[in-house]
């Protein structure tokens, strides 16, 4: 598992938006936005889902 720097920690933590990279089982690239971005503990970052309103 590769640590997270606190210097990334402190980043994260303090940007409002963060942008996300996924890619699918093709390959394809999926980049967006996320405002729901933290890290916990040094080695793990979390991204929380809070759903909108119906």
Same mark, same amino acid.
């Given at each position: 598992? *590769?640590?997270?720097i606190?210097? =990334?920690? !402190?980043? !994260? &933590?303090?940007? *409002?938006?963060?942008? =996300?990279? %996924?890619? @699918?089982?093709? +390959? %394809?690239p @999926?980049?967006?936005p &996320? %405002?729901?971005? !933290? =890290? %916990?503990?040094?080695s ?5 889902? *809070?759903? +909108?309103?119906?």
């Amino acid at each position: 598992m *590769i640590e997270i720097i606190a210097d =990334v920690e !402190t980043i !994260t &933590k303090q940007a *409002i938006l963060s942008f =996300v990279a %996924t890619a @699918n089982e093709g +390959g %394809t690239p @999926n980049l967006s936005p &996320k %405002t729901s971005l !933290t =890290v %916990t503990w040094r080695s793990l970052l979390l991204r929380y889902r *809070i759903p +909108g309103p119906y």
